[in-house]
C-alpha cells in the first residue's frame, strides 16, 4: 500500500488533516471559554479574584492561537500527507487537549509549583510533537522540496522548547517565573513563522518580482 497515497492512488493532500484540526483547535478554545466563571458579585473585589483564571485563560488562548496560525501555514505549504504525518498531527492535538485541564488546574492554584511545572512539561511536549510534526512532513515531501527548504533549521521551535524546560525549572523558585517564561515564548510566537508567509518558489525579497522591489 501507498502510504502517502493509500493505495496507489494520488497522493493525499492536506485539506482533510487542516479541517480536522482546525476544529479540534476551536473546540479547546470554546472548553476554555465554557471553564471561565463570572465574578460572584458585581464589585471590583469579585472581579480581582477571578484575575488569575483570567489571565491563564489568555496565556492558553494565545498558545492555542499560535499552534493554530503556524499549523495552518504548515499544512498550505504541504503538498503530501502521509500516515506518519498523520499519526505525527495527532500526537501534537493530543497535547493541545490537555491544556484547557491545565489551563483549569493553574487558575486554582495559580501560586503553586506543581501546575506551573506541568503545563510547562505539556508546552514542551506539544513543541517537540510540532517539531516532529514538521519533520515527517518533510520526510513525506522529500527533503528537496519547497516545504524542506523553507523550513531549514527551525530556530525558534528548538527555542521555545528549551525555554519551556527551562520554565519547568524555574517553577521550582517561583511559579510566576514560570509565567513570565510562557508568556516570553509566546511574544516570540506572536507573528506567525514568515518562512512559510510566501510559497519558496516565489522569487525572493530583493529579486526582480519580489518583494520589495
Same mark, same amino acid.
Given at each position: 500500500?501507498?502510504?502517502?497515497?493509500?493505495?496507489?492512488?494520488? #497522493?493525499?493532500?492536506?485539506?482533510?488533516?487542516?479541517?480536522?484540526?482546525?476544529?479540534?483547535?476551536?473546540?479547546?478554545?470554546t472548553i476554555m471559554a465554557l471553564g471561565l466563571r463570572? $465574578? *460572584? *458579585?458585581? =464589585?471590583?473585589?469579585?472581579?480581582?479574584?477571578? &484575575?488569575?483564571?483570567? !489571565?491563564?485563560?489568555?496565556?492558553?488562548?494565545?498558545?492555542?492561537?499560535?499552534?493554530?496560525?503556524?499549523?495552518?501555514?504548515?499544512?498550505?505549504?504541504?503538498?503530501?500527507? *502521509?500516515?506518519?504525518?498523520?499519526?505525527?498531527?495527532?500526537?501534537? !492535538?493530543?497535547?493541545?487537549?490537555?491544556? #484547557?485541564?491545565?489551563?483549569?488546574?493553574?487558575?486554582?492554584?495559580?501560586?503553586?509549583?506543581? $501546575?506551573?511545572?506541568?503545563?510547562?512539561?505539556?508546552?514542551?511536549?506539544?513543541?517537540?510533537?510540532?517539531?516532529?510534526?514538521?519533520?515527517?512532513?518533510?520526510?513525506?515531501?522529500?527533503?528537496?522540496?519547497?516545504?524542506?527548504?523553507?523550513?531549514?533549521?527551525?530556530?525558534?521551535? =528548538?527555542? +521555545?522548547?528549551?525555554?519551556?524546560?527551562?520554565?519547568?525549572?524555574?517553577?521550582? &523558585? +517561583?511559579?510566576?517565573?514560570?509565567?513570565?517564561?510562557?508568556?516570553?515564548?509566546?511574544?516570540?510566537?506572536?507573528? $506567525?513563522?514568515?518562512?512559510?508567509?510566501?510559497?519558496?518558489?516565489?522569487?525572493? #525579497?530583493?529579486? $526582480?518580482?519580489?518583494?520589495?522591489?
Open positions: 500500500m501507498n502510504e502517502a497515497g493509500g493505495g496507489g492512488g494520488a #497522493p493525499l493532500g492536506p485539506q482533510r488533516l487542516e479541517a480536522f484540526s482546525d476544529g479540534v483547535m476551536a473546540v479547546i478554545i463570572v $465574578p *460572584s *458579585s458585581p =464589585t471590583w473585589v469579585a472581579a480581582e479574584h477571578r &484575575l488569575p483564571e483570567l !489571565l491563564t485563560f489568555a496565556l492558553s488562548f494565545t498558545f492555542i492561537a499560535i499552534y493554530w496560525n503556524n499549523h495552518h501555514h504548515l499544512l498550505r505549504a504541504t503538498r503530501v500527507i *502521509s500516515g506518519g504525518v498523520m499519526w505525527a498531527n495527532m500526537l501534537l !492535538l493530543f497535547w493541545l487537549a490537555l491544556i #484547557p485541564v491545565l489551563t483549569a488546574w493553574i487558575a486554582r492554584a495559580p501560586g503553586e509549583t506543581v $501546575p506551573a511545572a506541568f503545563y510547562g512539561m505539556d508546552a514542551a511536549a506539544a513543541g517537540t510533537s510540532y517539531a516532529i510534526l514538521v519533520r515527517v512532513i518533510i520526510r513525506a515531501n522529500s527533503r528537496s522540496s519547497e516545504i524542506a527548504r523553507a523550513i531549514g533549521r527551525d530556530f525558534k521551535g =528548538t527555542a +521555545s522548547v528549551v525555554a519551556y524546560l527551562v520554565a519547568i525549572g524555574l517553577a521550582l &523558585l +517561583s511559579p510566576y517565573l514560570a509565567y513570565a517564561t510562557y508568556a516570553g515564548v509566546a511574544i516570540m510566537w506572536m507573528v $506567525p513563522d514568515r518562512r512559510l508567509y510566501r510559497p519558496p518558489s516565489a522569487p525572493a #525579497p530583493g529579486t $526582480p518580482g519580489g518583494p520589495g522591489t
